[in-house]
């Protein structure tokens, strides 16, 4: 197997290694801890398991609200991955970090320094993944006010990430010998004065430049409103793609869109999820799939799925295990309150290929493209989208950590080395050049 991208870019591959891994079963899956999701000794064994395959990055979303979810798999989200990577980043070298935060719940001065914080600890090892939150939970924990409509919080978004990259660019400190004269003036540490709908901010910031420029920005929405903001203003672009032809789709939509913002389409990094089960045979991985989703059998993760995603009306209540699904049965119409991305993941995919209920199971997890197979499977699943120019990368997604983590990184990652995919050793000290990402600084203008 042998595998070659035209712009010699390396598939870039980041780990999630949110709480205990995303199965429900994993707090309590045998030979683990079931209160791991709070010990930083377990994220920074993650953070090792993954530098020693030379993945380019682990990450942690964010929901600052305590998940149901967590009432069977343990709470996804505990730790606040700021100063969880800060942690991290002084002891195990090389690795980058992928955080969310949020730019309806924090203050853009605020976050702008603990990230510029952080990329500076690490070295310019950061990425920022820029979320709106949709939760009214998480609303509920910052304030009485309700949770702001789609269109507020993506205006909001909007101003947030304009003043943080202002900020993070404000102050050039100086390198080298210090200067003769004041270590900074009105020309090396410039004020914003940014007024604006929904913040004021003096600036400069009082951290220097960094050392990548600025945190490299992610974004994941995928509202009409979310890829109008990833286009103005993401740099890897995380999406719920389950299907080749809505990848194709996808990609093509937001470069356009970039454009038209006047944005270089080629600065963009396509790096949508991925869901992984591997095993020794198929049949295993299977069962391994089932038993994670905590199932006995295929027909109750059947039953699951289908109680999770298709609403039970006169259109559906026929529908059997081995029934041709129409995409209309899946709703994907913008709600507040929910991920438009994962809804569409499945009915993109369901509209793309003619799939069963059978079929569908072991084709997508959370509205991500699902990978239940041997070592090879996933490897051939990841060449397949990397060589085709679908996806740059990917959101690696684990069912139970470390386990899952290990298998990925001692049988896949070894099938995507040889093929040429991915190095044998870190190549660039900073996320940004590992992306192959242009410096934000602006360039300097030359006299005569």
Do not use: C
């Amino acid at each position: 197997m042998s595998s070659a991208r035209p712009d010699g870019r390396h598939v870039f591959l980041a780990a999630a290694i949110n709480g205990a891994g995303w199965s429900r079963a994993a707090a309590r899956w045998p030979g683990t801890r079931w209160n791991r999701f709070n010990d930083v000794a377990h994220y920074r064994e993650a953070a090792e398991i993954a530098r020693r395959g030379v993945l380019d990055a682990v990450f942690v979303s964010d929901h600052p609200a305590l998940s149901s979810f967590g009432l069977e798999g343990g709470p996804p989200h505990s730790l606040d991955p700021i100063p969880l990577f800060a942690a991290l980043a002084a002891s195990v070298p090389d690795i980058g970090f992928v955080l969310t935060a949020s730019t309806t719940y924090n203050s853009p001065y605020n976050l702008a320094r603990r990230l510029a914080t952080l990329d500076a600890i690490s070295g310019g090892r950061l990425v920022w993944n820029a979320v709106s939150s949709f939760n009214p939970d998480v609303a509920a924990n910052f304030g009485a006010a309700p949770l702001p409509p789609r269109p507020e919080r993506y205006r909001r978004a909007d101003e947030f990430l304009r003043v943080v990259k202002e900020l993070w660019l404000s102050w050039d400190a100086p390198v080298g010998p210090a200067p003769a004269g004041p270590l900074w003036d009105a020309s090396s540490a410039r004020v914003l004065d940014h007024h604006g709908e929904f913040f004021d901010v003096r600036g400069p910031l009082n951290v220097p430049v960094g050392p990548q420029g600025h945190p490299v920005i992610s974004q994941a929405g995928a509202s009409e409103s979310g890829l109008d903001f990833a286009a103005r203003h993401a740099e890897i672009v995380y999406a719920s793609l389950a299907g080749a032809a809505a990848a194709r789709a996808f990609r093509d939509d937001v470069r356009r869109r970039a454009a038209a913002h006047g944005r270089d389409p080629d600065h963009l990094r396509f790096v949508p999820g991925l869901h992984v089960v591997v095993a020794p045979t198929r049949a295993e991985a299977e069962r391994r799939h089932e038993a994670v989703r905590g199932a006995r059998d295929e027909e109750e993760l059947i039953a699951r799925f289908r109680a999770a995603h298709l609403p039970e009306n006169d259109l559906t209540r026929h529908v059997g295990p081995d029934t041709v699904l129409d995409p209309a049965w899946f709703p994907t119409e913008e709600r507040e309150g929910t991920a438009t991305g994962h809804l569409k993941g499945i009915a993109e995919l369901v509209a793309e290929e003619e799939l069963t209920l059978r079929r569908l199971v072991r084709r997508v997890e959370g509205g991500h493209r699902l990978v239940v197979g041997t070592a090879e499977d996933v490897a051939v699943a990841i060449l397949e989208w990397w060589e085709g120019g679908l996806a740059d990368g990917f959101h690696l997604q684990l069912p139970i950590l470390n386990e899952d983590l290990t298998t990925f990184v001692d049988e896949v990652v070894p099938i995507l080395r040889a093929a040429g995919a991915v190095p044998r050793a870190y190549d660039g000290s900073t996320i940004r050049e590992r992306l192959g990402l242009p410096d934000p600084r602006p360039v300097p203008a030359t006299v005569g």
